[in-house]
T-cell receptor, first 112, second 114 residues
Framework: DAKTTQPPSMDCAEGRAANLPCNHS???????VYWYRQIHSQGPQYIIHGLKNNETNEMASLIITEDRKSSTLILPHATLRDTAVYYC?????????????FGTGTRLLVSP | DAGVTQSPTHLIKTRGQQVTLRCSPKSGHDTVSWYQQALGQGPQFIFQ???????QRGNFPDRFSGHQFPNYSSELNVNALLLGDSALYLC?????????????FGPGTRLTVL
């Protein structure tokens, strides 16, 4: 019951920006967009989340369209260590024990 | 700042056996969620514990049970193991009452059922 659509795979050259898209056309007004990534056989790593405004932290930037139906995760200078599966997840913003529903994610391959 | 820890790292069991996996949440967190990740799939929600009670449960049989202790650590128990229970079991912790209550994951326990 994932509510997001992501491309199955993407390639990026090392040092270039990686732009990972996510469609969430059924998102409701009180749902956040979360991004996690999972490097092979490790636990998912939290990257960033946002509600309606663009967000930036030390790992990435999140751009959410004005209608909130899609978003883009930007890794400004991709390195080989950014090779991972990236998951886009929408979930309610209230504090009531919200589970994460993972889809199949985007497998990002960063090459030299 | 201690992150989420899980033990053991790897485990091999045979069909019909029982297994217990353990999780210590990130410092300051009080809620623990468990996920199962089969090979090539995204993690699937099993259940979530807060104040030593199961608050939410995913579509998993009663063979999967859990417990949360007063120090917020948690255990996942699986009885009558099946081959299909082979997976990476992930624990995530969060702080209840915070808007967005971001979940942070541990490294996981790799369970192999033979």
């Amino acid at each position: 019951d994932a509510k997001t659509t992501q491309p199955p795979s993407m390639d990026c050259a090392e040092g270039r920006a990686a732009n990972l898209p996510c469609n969430h056309s059924t998102i409701s007004g009180n749902e956040y967009v979360y991004w996690y990534r999972q490097i092979h056989s490790q636990g998912p790593q939290y990257i960033i989340h946002g509600l309606k405004n663009n967000e930036t932290n030390e790992m990435a930037s999140l751009i959410i369209t004005e209608d909130r139906k899609s978003s883009t995760l930007i890794l400004p200078h991709a390195t080989l260590r950014d090779t991972a599966v990236y998951y886009c997840i929408v979930r309610l913003s209230n504090t009531g024990f919200q589970k994460l529903v993972f889809g199949t994610g985007t497998r990002l391959l960063v090459s030299p | 700042d201690a992150g989420v820890t899980q033990s053991p790292t790897h485990l091999i069991k045979t069909r019909g056996q029982q297994v217990t996996l353990r999780c210590s949440p990130k410092s300051g967190h009080d809620t623990v969620s468990w996920y199962q990740q089969a090979l090539g799939q995204g993690p699937q929600f099993i259940f979530q514990y807060y104040e030593e009670e199961e608050r939410q449960r995913g579509n998993f049989p009663d063979r999967f049970s859990g417990h949360q202790f007063p120090n917020y650590s948690s255990e996942l128990n699986v009885n009558a193991l099946l081959l299909g229970d082979s997976a990476l079991y992930l624990c995530a912790s969060s702080l209840a009452g915070t808007v967005g209550d971001t979940q942070y994951f541990g490294p996981g326990t790799r369970l192999t059922v033979l």
